[in-house]
Every structure is written in structure tokens, then in C-alpha cells.
């Protein structure tokens, strides 16, 4: 099990863990576990496909900015919807609706991770937080066809901010 | 500060024949916590999908609606992220706030 796939089943484990009705917290924690295990699961491939020796792997890990990983994810899916940012001159039409879903997936996530931790107005329902969840769970099983494209690695390139706007 | 949709559009971007799981849509524009302007969906469905156990199914269908509301926002010339939100019936009218 890598921990990409043990937050999501976290996630999965709080969203389910009041079966009546559910604290706050639960639901807050559920997503925000949602939100890491994709981040986790794009950064541990990013760094296992930029970096030959093993034992660097976690120290590059560390370079990654949620904000560079959440902007390559959303300049992806502008690609895909038609839209020609930067970085449209490195990937290979069409962008496949898999990748470009894993990326509006990631960038949704990550701003409701931010409400889950820090927005305390914010009120989270079941529905909603199962929602994010099975979206989440969609993203892994869709990243996991992606990850060697060729799309995918300029994503995971511009992720770790090694793709830059000149 | 955020921005009201013009009504021909919100039509639009609210239309149904998304499924027969769908009942509702809104289309809001939301600020994110980065103060940035978003287009906010929230997708009411039944109960027995928002409800049920997350699962590589329901999340597949989750996402093929959440990539058709946005496809309609970029034709229709949103330039804005839309986030899509989904809630369950029964939660719909209960829910006062929610988080873009």
C-alpha cells in the first residue's frame, strides 16, 4: 500500500465512521485526506519518473508546491477545453478526458481541502463529501491509465515547477 | 467582489439532460479562498447516489457530469474554474453555506 492509497482510504473510513449523523470533523478530515491522496499519488510518481536514485526521491518531494501542482492541473484542463495557455506548445492533442479529469479533480479538491481546514463557516454534508470522494476514488483508477502518457509527464514536469512560463 | 451571472446565461449553464440521477442545478460565482473568482455548480441528485458509499462508480459518473458542466461553461465563454459540488436531495434544502 503506498500512501497515496492508504489517505484515500482514510478518507473513505471518515466519511462512513458516523453513521448518523456526522461531526464536522469527520467530513472536514475525509476531504482534506481526499485532497493529499491525489496530491501524494501524483508527486510520488512525479519524483519516481524525474529521479533515478531512490534514496533522493522523498528530499525532491519536498520541492513541490501545492500552488505549482494545483496551477499545472488547472492549465491541463484549459488545454483540454479549447483554451491555449503556455504550456499547450508541450503536450500532444486532444489532452485525454482521463488526465484532464484527474486535474479538474485536483484543483477542486484543493480549494476544498483549504475550506475543510480553515473555513470554519463552511458546512459540509455527506452528500457532498461522498461526492468528493468518489471523485477522488475516479481520479486514482484514472490516473493510473495516464501516468506514463506523455501528457501526464509534462503535467508531473510542470507540477514540479520544472516547466516554467518564460 | 464577486459577479452575478446574466440570466440568459446562468439559463444555460443550468439546463438539465445531464441524467436521470440529476434533479437541479445552480450556477453561482463564488470567490475561493484565494479571493479568486469561481463558477460555482451545485448538482442536486438522489439520495440513493449522493448517499451511497463512494466507490469507483459513482465517481466515474460524478466526474462525467462535472466535465460536462464545465465543457458548457468554456463554450458558453466562462473563463472562470468551475467547481461542482453535489448534494444529496434530502441535504439540499438543509445546506445554508457552501464552500466554492
Not at chain 1, 461531526?23 to 485526506?33: D, I
Not at chain 1, 458546512?123 to 502518457?149: C, Q
Request: overall charge positive; charged content about 25%; some cysteine.
Amino acid at each position: 500500500m503506498t500512501l497515496a492509497s492508504d489517505l484515500l482510504d482514510q478518507a473513505q473510513h471518515l466519511a462512513l465512521v458516523d453513521p448518523g449523523r456526522p461531526r464536522q470533523a469527520s467530513l472536514r478530515r475525509a476531504v482534506s485526506a481526499a485532497y493529499y491522496s491525489l496530491f501524494h499519488l501524483i508527486v510520488d510518481d512525479a519524483v519516481r519518473y524525474l529521479v533515478p536514485t531512490a534514496s533522493l526521491r522523498a528530499a525532491v518531494a519536498r520541492t513541490f508546491e501545492h500552488k505549482d501542482v494545483k496551477s499545472a492541473a488547472r492549465t491541463i484542463s484549459e488545454i483540454q477545453r479549447g483554451s491555449a495557455p503556455w504550456l499547450a506548445s508541450h503536450v500532444r492533442l486532444p489532452i485525454s478526458v482521463a488526465l484532464a479529469s484527474v486535474c479538474d479533480t485536483l484543483v477542486d479538491l484543493h480549494d476544498q481541502r483549504h475550506a475543510a481546514d480553515y473555513d470554519l463557516s463552511a458546512t459540509f454534508t455527506r452528500g457532498v463529501v461522498n461526492s468528493k470522494l468518489a471523485m477522488a476514488v475516479s481520479a486514482h483508477g484514472n490516473w493510473s491509465r495516464e501516468r506514463r502518457s506523455h501528457n501526464a509527464r509534462v503535467f508531473m514536469l510542470a507540477a514540479g515547477g520544472l516547466l516554467v512560463k518564460r | 467582489m464577486s459577479y452575478l451571472l446574466e440570466p440568459k446565461l446562468k439559463a444555460e449553464l443550468e439546463k438539465l439532460g445531464l441524467g436521470a440521477d440529476v434533479e437541479r442545478v445552480s450556477a453561482t460565482i463564488r470567490q475561493n479562498y484565494q479571493g479568486e473568482d469561481v463558477l460555482a455548480f451545485d448538482v442536486v441528485v438522489k439520495d440513493e447516489l449522493a448517499l451511497a458509499k463512494p466507490s469507483r462508480q459513482t465517481g466515474d459518473l460524478f466526474t462525467g457530469i462535472a466535465m460536462t458542466l464545465r465543457q458548457r461553461a468554456a463554450k458558453a465563454g466562462v473563463p472562470l474554474f468551475a467547481s461542482v459540488n453535489f448534494l444529496a436531495h434530502s441535504e439540499a434544502t438543509r445546506t445554508t453555506k457552501k464552500s466554492a
